[in-house]
């Protein structure tokens, strides 16, 4: 089996001395003062992202804000303000934590997470030739006990993508950015506040945004394209699925170049099998993701649990 490469590693940390530990704090803390030495790490289409040091609890953390244009948009902040709740109430080994929300000096929100390096699962599918089947098998594996847990407190992530999914220097897998994740109110119905990948296609026409949305629509299921109000966790499993599918034959089960052609492949071809692209696939691989990506959320493989225990097994 071969070695995963040598992971992304956070620049050696001195060993920790008693002054760092023991330093005591002032005696009126401003929260304005809290955060310095801040770096971009990484900037979306709304938001921010910087590593920065936390000096109360001496460590470097990650600090999420909304860009200055859309800082005082109030459905934008609702937004905001979802994305960094979601995030702290999954508290699983396979999410990020998250360790503060509040408010900057100038009043608009931020919420702080921890700081992983490591590489994403795009970097490793780039280089996939390097890596054993069974090592990007547990990656999946990973990726489902955290939509198990997810589902099991009525949160879709809406999401799932390679870039979406970190693997630490520790050989932790986590599952990141739950801004689009649907959940339910007290009544059971859906919120509506929330945009879906497909409502972003008509706000973005940039080059780069459009490379962006393309790449994401070849992980949308179905009824995610159609935007179905009944969207449930089957949809997630569909984007996984593709992920599955990407393991096995290095390609996505859709094809297309274009936005229409996307759409329209994910919603009527019926993708061909992994053994008819690529060498050494196991059966019970493939009849899992072929169940996965069955256009009917009704026939794919019920739920993240299931699906956990068939890529467990000996195939």
Not at 94 to 106: M, S
Not at 184 to 189: H, L
Request: net charge negative.
């Amino acid at each position: 089996m071969s070695e995963y490469p040598k992971l992304k590693l956070p620049e050696k940390q001195a060993p920790l001395i008693i002054e760092q530990t023991d330093k005591g704090l002032a005696q009126k803390i401003d929260p304005n003062f809290r955060y310095a030495y801040f770096q971009t790490v990484a900037k979306g289409g709304k938001s921010l992202i910087q590593s920065c040091k936390d000096l109360h609890l001496n460590r470097t953390v990650c600090y999420k804000s909304l860009l200055p244009e859309f800082a005082d948009d109030e459905i934008e902040q609702t937004r905001f303000l979802r994305e960094a709740r979601v995030s702290a109430m999954l508290q699983h080994p396979n999410t990020v934590p998250t360790y503060e929300l509040g408010r900057d000096k100038t009043g608009h929100y931020y919420f702080t997470m921890k700081l992983v390096h490591g590489y994403t699962l795009r970097e490793i599918f780039d280089y996939r030739e390097r890596y054993d089947l069974s090592q990007l098998v547990n990656i999946i594996v990973q990726v489902a006990y955290a939509l198990e847990y997810s589902h099991s407190l009525g949160v879709l992530h809406r999401d799932i993508k390679p870039e979406n999914i970190l693997i630490g220097p520790y050989g932790e897998v986590l599952l990141l950015d739950w801004g689009l994740a649907k959940v339910w109110d007290k009544a059971g119905s859906q919120s509506q506040l929330r945009e879906s990948v497909i409502d972003r296609l008509e706000n973005n026409a940039s080059m780069t945004g459009f490379q962006k949305l393309q790449g994401t629509l070849f992980y949308m299921s179905p009824e995610q394209i159609q935007k179905d109000p009944g969207i449930d966790s089957r949809s997630d499993i569909y984007s996984l699925g593709v992920i599955l599918y990407e393991a096995l034959t290095g390609q996505t089960p859709v094809t297309g170049e274009l936005l229409d052609e996307v759409i329209q492949s994910t919603l009527n071809d019926t993708p061909p099998k992994p053994s008819d692209i690529a060498e050494f696939v196991p059966p019970l691989l493939e009849d899992i993701v072929m169940q996965c990506l069955e256009k009917e959320p009704a026939r794919r493989v019920g739920s993240a649990g299931a699906l956990i225990q068939v890529l467990k097994q000996n195939w």
